[in-house]
């Protein structure tokens, strides 16, 4: 758990009703490990009404037979820069994964999964975008194939649209990966806590707090989007 005194407060990545797949709420280090500075890092993703369903399909369908990406309501789903800085890396075409039977995925990705190069995080990462700000690097992961709207050098100002959602490197289903480090070499880097402002559990009430996601509970983000 993070002791809401020591997290960074920074805008969601995203926008809308989103459940938290993998969350330091839950558990520190929120997927199990510190490698590549994950320890605080969240997966995000979003689900029907009724919050049980990832996609338009049942889960049944979705553990027995095959599921196409773009049926996951998180598909294609606009990613917007959590705070501002200078984009440091931006890794593009990745092929996504289109088609998903939940089963396979989960045997793949946590044993027969490509493992990263030095030179090349994308196996693990698909598609990614890296940007440095003052309190922070933001790591932005799994985006789809070509989407990838910065390039290194870019500044980036809060609610900017920098990629959609996808189902690159190793990945599960279509979700968006989301970390903050204190540096942009992953291999070495160390986690950083944060929440999202302008997020809450509750629908329609603002929270004057930064929200750290529960585990698979509904929470509703707004994004200071902006066009550029």
Known sequence: ??????????????????????????????HGTHFLGQTYA???AR?????????????????FLRVPAQAFYAWGEPVF?????????????????????????VLRAHVLQRKPKKDDLRPLL???????????????????????TVRPGDHLIPGQQIASVGNS?????????????????LWEAKGIPCGFLGASHTPNIGAEMPLVPSLMKPFHAVSPHVDI
């Open 81 to 105: 820069a959590a705070f501002p800085g200078a984009v440091v890396a931006a890794e593009d075409d990745w092929p996504d994964r289109k088609q998903i039977n939940a089963l396979w995925e």
């Open 1 to 30: 758990m993070i002791e809401s005194a020591a997290i960074l407060s920074i805008n969601p990545p995203v926008t809308g009703d989103w459940v938290a797949i993998n969350t330091p709420a839950e558990r520190v280090p929120s």
């Open 169 to 185: 490197g190793n990945s599960t289903m279509p979700h968006l990966h989301f970390q903050v480090t204190d540096t942009a070499n």
């Open 47 to 63: 689900t029907s009404r009724s919050g049980t369903s990832f996609s338009h399909h049942s889960l049944w369908r979705q553990f």
């Open 126 to 148: 698909g598609n990614y975008v890296l940007t440095k700000g003052e309190d922070g690097v933001a790591l932005y992961a799994h985006l789809q194939r070509g989407s990838l």
């Open 42 to 44: 969240y997966d995000l």
